[in-house]
């Protein structure tokens, strides 16, 4: 069974940076297509970002040219680099594995 667990969560203020790491259980993390997803308070789930076993990368047009995700096959963890950050970036943020495996989410606020 893999586990996914996130972290790097916290409160900036607006324009400032935060890096959040999904460190995951499995061997095979190499094999594995990642995501990041986000729930802002009363709002459903979106994407973020995605990146490829071969690190292709796409991002969701709210976010893209500010957050960068990238993955680490040899920690077995990928990462989003979230920079210019909004209020509106404030939520859960998600990591998932293809195949439908979720981490426990870590909480961004971005607020003076």
């Known amino acids: 069974q893999v586990q996914l667990v996130e972290s790097g969560g916290g409160l900036v203020q607006p324009g400032g940076s935060l890096r959040l790491s999904c460190a995951a259980s499995?061997?095979?993390?190499?094999?594995?297509?990642m995501a990041w997803y986000r729930q802002a308070p009363g709002k459903q789930r979106e994407w973020v970002a995605g990146?490829?076993?071969?690190?292709?990368?796409d991002y969701a047009d709210s976010v893209k040219g500010r957050f960068t995700i990238s993955r680490d096959n040899a920690k077995k963890t990928v990462y989003l680099q979230m920079n210019s950050l909004k209020p509106e970036d404030t939520g859960i943020y998600y990591c998932?594995?293809?195949?439908?495996?979720w981490g426990q989410g870590t909480p961004v606020t971005v607020s003076s």
């Open positions: 990146i490829s076993t071969g690190s292709n990368t």
């Open positions: 499995t061997s095979i993390f190499s094999a594995y297509a």
């Open positions: 998932k594995a293809a195949g439908g495996i």
